[in-house]
Each structure stands twice: as C-alpha cells, then as structure tokens.
C-alpha cells in the first residue's frame, strides 16, 4: 500500500468517526439517551399497573399513587417521582423530566407514544386501552 492509499483510508476513518458522533452523540450523549429510555420503561410499567388497577377496581383510577411500589413510581435515575394526574374515569396523564429530546431520533416513527422532549413531560393514557410498545432503543 502506497502512502497516499494509507492517507485516504485514515481520512475516510477520521469523517466516518466525526460523522457518527454527530448523528449519534458522543458516549455522554447516549448515557443520556440510555437514561431517558429506563425513564420510559418505568412509566410503561407504572402505566400497566395503574391499568391493572382500573380494571381489578370496577374500571375507578387510583387517587394517587400511594400504593404502588417506590420502584415503579419513581424515577430510576433521580429517584425523583412521577407526577401522575387523574383527568377523567379513564384517562390520565404520568410526567416525567428527560435529559434529551428524542423527538428527531426516529422520523420514520411519528406514532411513537414515547415521543418526548428535554424537560418535563406528561403522557395521557387510557386506562382501557393497552400500554405504547417501548422500543428497545432510540
């Protein structure tokens, strides 16, 4: 291999490197990313079980979230705790704070539930209806 082959291979190296941290993030990034999606997951459990309770209760949302477990009503990162609203017989809203905003990450997915922006974010639920797919990454 001659010397320019071998310097045209470490550039296309060094733009694919640079290029990728742009579209993905650096590793702080995708700590962040990671960190928002067991924030997403937790909700999703504390969903289903706030569903489980509607149904096993003669279809009545629960007033707060007193008797759910510390580990499914707090956030697993900030140990901070969801807010959860009761907005009507069947609907109600869980809020949590991300660290990212991943509404540009899936474009091709505009349905996704877990849609969120960085900050405080509430997501309205139905409790006859089942709980969003989380998906396994963004």
């Known amino acids: ?3 320019n082959a071998g310097a045209a ?3 296309t190296i060094v733009v694919v490197v640079i290029l990728g941290f742009r579209v993905l993030g650096g590793p702080a990034t995708q700590r962040l990313v ?3 999606l067991r924030t997403i997951r937790t909700l999703a459990e504390l969903a289903q079980q706030i569903n489980q309770t509607w149904v096993s209760s003669g279809k009545i949302l629960p ?3 007193e008797k759910f477990p510390d580990s499914t009503k ?3 990162i900030s140990a901070k705790s969801f807010n959860y609203r009761p907005k009507s017989n069947n609907d109600y809203e869980l809020c949590a704070t991300f660290a990212t ?3 540009d990450m899936q474009p091709n997915n505009a ?3 877990w849609i969120h922006p960085k900050g405080d974010y509430c997501f309205e639920f139905e409790a ?3 709980v969003p797919f989380v998906p396994y990454q963004y």
Do not use: V
């Open 1 to 3: 291999m001659n010397r």
């Open 9 to 11: 291979i470490a550039a």
């Open 34 to 36: 990671q960190s928002d």
């Open 63 to 65: 007033g707060n979230l």
């Open 74 to 76: 707090q956030d697993p």
């Open 101 to 103: 905003d991943n509404r």
């Open 111 to 113: 349905n996704d539930h």
């Open 128 to 130: 006859s209806q089942q």
